[in-house]
Every structure is written in structure tokens, then in C-alpha cells.
């Protein structure tokens, strides 16, 4: 079955240094989303995307989608406490099913 | 903003026992889904529902599982004899359109 790989696993940053957390899918899929999950939270939509090379920003949230659609990064210019959780990203299970096949996922843990 | 609220938040119970978790989705979403993640895990999916059926499962949705649509607003997740390995934060999601899927807050069920 599809699978969807993240790495790293943690990530520990000082506040104010970048993140960045690189998703890769082992089939191609038709979008690729992100949610973040804080601790003791729910997954919390981010952003979807679908064309291949795609990037797409949210403040200083910047997306990228692969040119072969496999692969997707988020990076996080400016870390700040706010950003501390999990960030997913998440992909078809297959075709154009309806379910997600959810990564592992990127704990971020941010020191003041 | 609306929310996909589930009940209960929290539920206990003995290894064998039927559980039945409850959630309202967003009251114009067509899709409704139920994912599963065990502590410290990533998400998975469970089961997708679409004008009244199922239209995807996982393989964890076995027939231990079941859901229902009983009238135009609950959507349920029925455990027909829960195991220990059930044990797992249960959210349920829906959909307008099938990309931005909105979580619940998550049902916590712990398996004795």
C-alpha cells in the first residue's frame, strides 16, 4: 500500500532559527496536504496543494509540492513558540480516494 | 466558525464492550470520516462515508466497526467488542469537497 514517509522525526530549534520538515510519498499523488496537530490537540488544516512544483505561503509557512508529485516540504523562517506541535502532511490513499494516508509526522520543539 | 464537535471526550471501558462514539459534522460537509491515532502515533484513516455509505475503508475497519448516519446530523462509530489494542484517540472529520477535511476534537477511548 501507499506509503507516506517524514523526516525528521524531532526537530529541536532554538526560537527564531528555521525549520524544515520534508514529506515523501512512494507513489505519486494527486495533492499532497499539511495539517499541524498541537500537543493534545487535533490535526488542524494547513494547506493543500496539487500542481506539480507548486509553492504556496502562509506568513512565514512556505509549501512546496514536487515536480513529480511524490515529494513536499514545509519550512518555517523565524520559528516562534506558537509554532511548537506536530506537523503532518497527508496524501490520497489512493487514486482519488477519500482517505488520508497521514506521515508520522515532525515534532517541532522550540526553545526560547 | 463551525466545528465538528464529538461525545464523549473521554470513555473507559471493559475489554468486550460495545462503545459507540458520537460526532455532528459541519452541517453543510457532504463527507464524513472517522480516523484513529494511537498515542504518540500518526493518524490513520478509518472509514469515508458519502450520500448515506461507506465509500472507502482501511483495512483497521474491520467488522468490528460499523457506522451509521441515523438521522441528517450524528454520524457514529460503533466498536462492536473493543479489544485493549483499540485504545486510541478517535476523530472524526468531514468535508465539503473532499480537500479541506476539518477534524473533531477527539474521542479518547481507553480499552480495560
Known amino acids: 500500500g501507499q506509503q507516506v514517509m517524514q523526516i525528521p522525526q524531532y526537530q529541536h530549534v532554538q526560537e527564531g532559527e528555521d525549520f524544515t520538515t520534508y514529506c515523501n510519498s512512494s507513489t505519486t499523488l494527486s495533492n499532497i496536504q499539511w495539517y499541524k496537530q498541537r500537543p493534545g490537540g487535533h490535526p488542524v488544516f494547513l494547506i493543500q496543494?496539487?500542481?506539480?512544483?507548486e509553492v504556496k505561503k502562509q506568513k512565514r509557512l512556505t509549501f512546496q509540492f514536487g515536480e513529480a508529485k511524490k515529494n513536499s516540504s514545509l519550512h518555517i523562517t523565524a520559528t516562534q513558540t506558537t509554532d511548537v506541535g506536530t506537523y503532518f502532511c497527508?496524501?490520497?490513499?489512493?487514486?482519488?480516494?477519500?482517505?488520508?494516508?497521514f506521515g508520522k509526522g515532525t515534532h517541532l520543539i522550540i526553545q526560547p | 466558525e463551525p466545528e465538528v464537535t464529538q461525545t464523549p471526550s473521554h470513555q473507559v471501558t471493559q475489554m468486550g464492550q460495545e462503545v459507540i462514539l458520537r460526532c455532528v459534522p459541519i452541517s453543510n460537509h457532504l463527507y464524513f470520516y472517522w480516523y484513529r491515532q494511537i498515542l504518540g502515533q500518526k493518524v490513520e484513516f478509518l472509514v469515508s462515508f458519502y450520500n448515506n455509505e461507506i465509500s472507502e475503508k482501511s483495512e483497521i475497519f474491520d467488522d468490528q466497526f460499523s457506522v451509521e448516519r441515523p438521522d441528517g446530523s450524528n454520524f457514529t462509530l460503533k466498536i462492536r467488542s473493543t479489544k485493549l489494542e483499540d485504545s486510541a484517540m478517535y476523530f472524526c472529520a468531514s468535508s465539503q469537497s473532499r480537500n479541506t477535511i476539518y477534524f473533531g476534537e477527539g474521542s479518547w477511548l481507553t480499552v480495560v
Open positions: 496543494l496539487v500542481k506539480s512544483g
Open positions: 497527508a496524501g490520497p490513499e489512493g487514486g482519488g480516494a477519500d482517505g488520508l494516508t
